[in-house]
């Protein structure tokens, strides 16, 4: 299994950026995926997660209405879209995969929501 995040980097509060996940190594289309981040000093945190195909999504509370998640199951992808970004978003984003009662994830990539 190997789970590759992209898209992180720097931005002002109140904007946006979009992470990608792409995996390989397993059925994408048979598993949901999941958001977590980490930020620093504070244990990993759930954001979001996305049912096999798509349709279903459940947020933490801290992000919702300002983040989506979503999938391309033909582009074995998972997408994290963020708007109205906070410094309080701050933190080292990990995209997640429950397989057969393991959690696999990629190597994290930081978010810095700064002025």
């Known amino acids: 299994v190997q789970l590759v995040e992209s898209g992180g980097g720097l931005v002002q509060p109140g904007g946006s950026l979009r992470l990608s996940c792409a995996a390989a190594?397993?059925?994408?289309?048979?598993?949901?995926m999941n958001w977590y981040r980490q930020a620093p000093g504070k244990v990993r945190e759930w954001v979001a997660g996305?049912?096999?195909?798509?349709?279903?999504?459940n947020y933490a509370g801290s992000v919702k209405g300002r983040f989506t998640i979503s999938r391309d199951n033909a582009k074995n992808t998972v997408y994290l879209q963020m708007n109205s970004l906070k410094p309080e978003d701050t933190a080292v984003y990990y995209c997640?995969?429950?397989?057969?009662?393991?959690?696999?994830w990629g190597q994290g990539i930081q978010v810095t929501v700064s002025s």
């Open positions: 997640n995969a429950y397989i057969r009662w393991t959690d696999y």
């Open positions: 190594g397993f059925t994408f289309s048979n598993y949901g």
């Open positions: 996305i049912t096999s195909a798509g349709g279903s999504t």
